[in-house]
């Protein structure tokens, strides 16, 4: 923890209106300053997020609390584990970064689709993976649900591992604080080059930075040629966009799973999705989306 941190407050510290940064070395370090401050603090990493509130009129906390020295939330590698070899990006990694690395280049073309088309450069230089996530509405979260990416967070005293949508369930369901976990790193199942199922993404809306896309939707799939048909098979698709946190919508892979394609299923398949998906959007972003 900066030593500096650590010093007692001054009067002018205890302002409502004055901010204190904390800038703790350890993930353990800046858990526990959350919980000293509780809702009073909020963490921060590249800061985008916190600027998108200010625009918004939300006020800046009496605490926030720095990543940006945390190591462990830095990078990306390839480790192994029992369930196989996996890409683990740190939380802190900007979206810039993800942009520069090779392997994410050569095996994740589709994450780095979604990655370019998270608002503008100088955003992509400050915001961080682990930022875009932790938004709850973020460009890439798509992406991440059909890839079947895996968190890592820190809780407590300890650091748990689950899939990306089950973090996203528990984090934005009711009553839920999304600063209650501190999201450390995600991670992205290898897949060899010559591997890789169909995959698309699509983002429709203005791309300037702190604008939120109207619907962004991300689909991977395989076609099955044996029986000579071309059936699909392992369908994950998901949609965010506008108010509303990313989700899979099920009903919709159910309706594509084992599935012959034939032109008449696009016309189904837009239907499902303007039913399971769209009941969340406004009848303005209905219009848009239609027109499209």
Not at 132 to 140: A, H, P, V
Request: charged share 30%.
């Amino acid at each position: 923890m900066d030593k500096r941190s650590e010093e007692p407050l001054t009067e002018h510290q205890t302002d409502p209106f004055y901010t204190i940064v904390w800038t703790p070395a350890k993930v353990a370090e800046a858990w526990k300053k959350k919980i000293q401050y509780k809702e009073d603090a909020l963490f921060i990493a590249g800061g985008t997020f916190i600027q998108l509130q200010r625009e918004k009129g939300t006020p800046l906390p009496k605490h926030m609390i720095s990543l940006e020295k945390i190591k462990e939330m830095k990078g990306i590698t390839k480790e192994e584990s029992e369930e196989g070899t996996f890409l683990k990006i740190g939380a802190l990694t900007t979206l810039a970064g993800c942009l520069r690395d090779d392997d994410l280049k050569e095996h994740y073309p589709f994450f780095i689709e979604a990655v370019k088309n998270v608002a503008a450069p100088a955003v992509r230089s400050r915001g961080t993976i682990g930022g875009n996530i932790s938004y709850g509405k973020g460009d890439i979260i798509p992406a991440l649900l059909v890839l079947q990416a895996k968190v890592t967070y820190f809780n407590e005293a300890e650091y748990i591992t689950e899939p990306i949508e089950e973090y996203m369930d528990a984090i934005y369901g009711k009553d839920q604080d999304p600063t209650s976990r501190l999201l450390v790193s995600v991670s992205l199942p290898f897949e060899e080059a010559q591997n890789k199922p169909f995959r698309f993404y699509k983002k429709v809306g203005r791309r300037e930075a702190f604008t939120a896309s109207m619907l962004t939707v991300a689909c991977s799939g395989e076609l099955d040629s044996k029986d000579g048909m071309g059936t699909l098979k392992n369908i994950r698709l998901a949609c965010g966009g506008g108010d509303h946190h990313p989700e899979r919508l099920a009903g919709c892979e159910k309706l594509l799973e084992d599935t012959v394609y034939h032109p008449l299923l696009m016309k189904d398949l837009y239907d499902g999705v303007m039913e399971e998906f769209s009941q969340c959007q406004t009848l303005f972003h209905r219009h848009l989306i239609k027109r499209k």
